[in-house]
């Protein structure tokens, strides 16, 4: 388990934050009725940065040939299938919060747009930088 805190210090704080923003009482704003589906853009945002930082970490703490589907299960796939428990635990587990199918959308999309650019953008990036060094 400290394996996991050192080598993914920054993933694991991201997914602490994101549990508990999905689990407080947010306050009532009135920017929010102004701004159409200001909720599933911060869904998008709060996945696209946990998967993408994610890929950070894995492609910066094996600089060896790990194998590249460890990062799409470890990066992509286990931050869908963490934003499916966290919509139903809030449908089923709390009484101020509920789950939501287009939030669900909102957090794969996040996901699937940062494992698109961990792959085809920072991949690269660090390949060339390691044979740079």
Known sequence: MLY???????????????????????PKIDVADDIPNLDKIAHFCMYFGLSGMLWWEFLRSHKNNHPMR?????????????????????EYCTA???GDWMD????ATGALCAALVGYYILKPKMLKKKITD
């Not at 050192?6 to 947010?26: D, E, M, N, Q, W």
């Not at 299960?73 to 809030?90: D, H, K, N, T, V």
């Open 104 to 107: 669900f959308v909102a957090n």
């Open 96 to 98: 101020y919060r509920g």
């Open 4 to 26: 996991y805190f050192r080598k993914y210090p920054l993933s694991i704080s991201i997914i602490l934050l994101v549990i508990y923003l999905s689990f407080f009482r947010p």
């Open 70 to 90: 460890h990062a799409w299960i470890g990066a992509c796939l286990l931050p869908i299938l963490f934003s499916g428990a966290i919509e139903l635990l809030q």
